[in-house]
Nanobody, 119 residues
Framework: VQLQASGGGLVQAGGSLRLSCGAS????????VGWFRQAPGKEREFVAV??????STGYANSAKGRFTISRDSVTVYLQMNSLKPEDTAVYYC???????????????WGQGTLVTVSS
């Protein structure tokens, strides 16, 4: 499975962006998909995850109430509202087995998309 993240860009604080994660090579409809981010000089951190059916989700505390993860048959989305400068990072999507939900073993990673939030 090859993942492709898109939708990043430059936005002012308080604005919104929607990131998308698509797959090529094979469908990822049976996988859980997570979003992660890595800010300059920092470790990569978990942002949000959605299980294969879309019925279960999980969020980092920093994302709760502002970000929403969703999916359809071919794409996983991360709607980001009320963005803050500290949300600036490269955002990555990853897919993996959710049989041990909420634990997910991420086997496939996409390239990142840069989100820059200006103050």
């Amino acid at each position: 499975v090859q993942l492709q993240a898109s939708g990043g860009g430059l936005v002012q604080a308080g604005g919104s962006l929607r990131l998308s994660c698509g797959a090529s090579g094979r469908t990822f409809s049976s996988y859980a998909v997570g979003w992660f981010r890595q800010a300059p000089g920092k470790e990569r951190e978990f942002v949000a995850v959605i299980n294969w059916s879309g019925r279960s989700t999980g969020y980092a505390n920093s994302a709760k109430g502002r970000f929403t993860i969703s999916r359809d048959s071919v794409t996983v989305y991360l709607q980001m509202n009320s963005l803050k400068p500290e949300d600036t990072a490269v955002y990555y999507c990853a897919a993996g087995d959710s049989r041990s939900w909420p634990k997910v073993g991420y086997d496939y990673w996409g390239q990142g998309t840069l989100v820059t939030v200006s103050s």
